[in-house]
């Protein structure tokens, strides 16, 4: 049966030479348009969460505020500011806790031989490597928590800083004036894509150690305490938790949320999540667009084949061929010139998802990201091309099946 079918689909695509080929062109561009629109709005959003994960990886920033509400009578508008034993109060008293530090933020003055520039500093913990996705490049190190105890003199700074400073020399185990006291660069951040900032991008700054900071400028309060829950998909639980624990030190209602200030970069990751499944799906729409007009295309080819072979139908009719196997005929050619379409389409996409993943990932590449052609993507375009070729061939077989087989003896 199914090589019946085939032979008598050739038969009439090649009575149909040029209009069956001008359809498949339309599919294969219908399907180039649908995966590579796709395909880039998915990489795009991966992009965007990357930068946003790179500036905070799960994390929470907590800065202290004012009481906006009267409590146990203290007036409203008491300034609420944290310090570090607030971040290891925290640490002790909520297990959903899994990473926690105090960070202090200054601007410093580095000063190299003649070479003097100005940039922002923060004095953090070791853990504010993973939570901050701030890694270094080889041959260098982060903060460890022997900086910390010792109070060393230790130094990381980004990227772009540190090659400002030293050129093409290797910064690592060299010694600059920092704010006039000599610091030891132990590493060097590596490069990374940023979209959300805090003060600044991490390619220009300076990192030490909480306790040197401390000693060097004597601040009595931090700036924001940084938080990693130890399941992000409970962070709401874990913000009112950080409330009642501070609220019970600091005396103010819990409810109160102008009290304290948490810059949560787990739900900014969820809407990001959303915007780049928009993205996506508005790209997506677009090339279908495109892919249904093509499906206009096969509902045409297919009317006229009906109409030429009504003389044919009649015949097979007459001999007792069933309505169902006209209809699955019909059918049958309106997918096969879908999917004939599509796969060229496809492998048209793939060629030019490998190719531009080639093209290096710097300047407006850096923030377009890669193009994904993800299995999601494949079921989504296979689904679709299925259903234009079931659409474009149900109408016209529902004819060929309702043909009178005497009336179509008559047909010429």
Known sequence: MWLELLREFFQDMKAQRTRAFLTIIAITWGTVAVVLLMSFGEGLGIQMENGLVNAGNRIMILYGGETGKQYEGMAKGRKIRVTEEDAELLRQAIPAIAMISPQYRTTVTLTHGKFTTTTECEGVNPLFEEMRRMYPASGGRFLNESDVVQQRRSLVLGGKIAEEIFGKDDPVGQTLAFDGVPFTVVGVLQKKL???MNNGPDDERAIIPYSTFRVMYGKEYINSIVVRPADPSRQKELKAEIFRVLARKYNFDPTDDR?????????????????????????????????????????????????????????????????????AQIVFEALFLSFLGGGAGTLISVAVIGAVRLIPASGPMQFLGRPVLSPAIMLITGGILGAIGLLAGFFPARRAASVDPVESLRYE
């Open 194 to 196: 940023q979209t959300a």
């Open 259 to 327: 009290t304290l200030f948490i810059w949560d970069f787990i739900e900014a990751e969820k809407i990001g999540e959303k915007i780049g499944l928009g993205v996506t799906i508005f790209l997506g729409s677009v090339g279908l667009l495109t892919l249904l007009i093509a499906g206009v295309g096969v509902a045409n080819v297919m009317y006229v084949v009906v109409k030429e072979r009504t003389h044919d139908i009649g015949v097979k009719m007459a001999l007792g061929a069933r309505k169902s196997y006209i209809h």
